[in-house]
T-cell receptor, first 111, second 114 residues
Framework: DAKTTQPPSMDCAEGRAANLPCNHS???????VYWYRQIHSQGPQYIIH???NNETNEMASLIITEDRKSSTLILPHATLRDTAVYYC????????????FGTGTSLTVIP | DTAVSQTPKYLVTQMGNDKSIKCEQN?????MYWYKQDSKKFLKIMFS???????INETVPNRFSPKSPDKAHLNLHINSLELGDSAVYFC?????????????FGPGTRLLVL
């Protein structure tokens, strides 16, 4: 029920941009894309969310393709503290608007 | 100034015991949740409460009973603990359920059943 596909793991050099892709080809027009991350042994942390337009906040940028079938989370200058599992979630009204976490992408930032 | 807090952080107990995990949020949110993260790291919702009323109850054994004394608290009581209950349990809260809603998670309670 996660409705998203992410690569299981990625590496990124410290100080470089980390681009994490997510496919959500069955997304409906009114469903939001959310990104959370979970640093080892901690609770999931909200990063960003969007519907159609690209979004940016102090943590990251979210680029959503025009057809909304995929998105990319961008951490502009990755640090070692960004090493975590990143979850892309599509919230569906069919599931009572609940968050269904998939397996995510394990991002390792390398010094 | 922790937004969502849980106690205890660690809980080790014997099979068959009854235990409770407490959750409190100081964000003024209306909705609270319990999630379970198993050993394979899958994070799955268990319950959702809105204004002290149960609105989501996923397929969870009835040994698990959430209790919400007020909007700021959602406790999880577990009867007759089993080995398979060993997991990390996360509490979360949000302003109100809806399509655009951000959930904030607590630090987790690590439960080990021996």
């Amino acid at each position: 029920d996660a409705k998203t596909t992410q690569p299981p793991s990625m590496d990124c050099a410290e100080g470089r941009a980390a681009n994490l892709p997510c496919n959500h080809s069955t997304i409906s027009g009114n469903e939001y894309v959310y990104w959370y991350r979970q640093i080892h042994s901690q609770g999931p942390q909200y990063i960003i969310h969007g519907l159609k337009n690209n979004e940016t906040n102090e943590m990251a940028s979210l680029i959503i393709t025009e057809d909304r079938k995929s998105s990319t989370l961008i951490l502009p200058h990755a640090t070692l503290r960004d090493t975590a599992v990143y979850y892309c979630i599509v919230r569906s009204s069919n599931t009572g608007n609940q968050f269904y976490f998939g397996t995510g992408t394990s991002l390792t930032v390398i010094p | 100034d922790t937004a969502v807090s849980q106690t205890p952080k660690y809980l080790v107990t014997q099979m068959g015991n009854d235990k409770s995990i407490k959750c409190e949020q100081n964000l003024g949110h209306d909705t609270m949740y319990w999630y379970k993260q198993d050993s394979k790291k899958f994070l799955k919702i268990m319950f959702s409460y809105n204004n002290k009323e149960l609105i989501i109850n996923e397929t969870v054994p009835n040994r698990f009973s959430p209790k919400s004394p007020d909007k700021a608290h959602l406790n999880l009581h577990i009867n007759s603990l089993e080995l398979g209950d060993s997991a990390v349990y996360f509490c979360a809260s949000s302003q109100a359920p809806g399509r655009e809603e951000t959930q904030y998670f607590g630090p987790g309670t690590r439960l080990l059943v021996l």
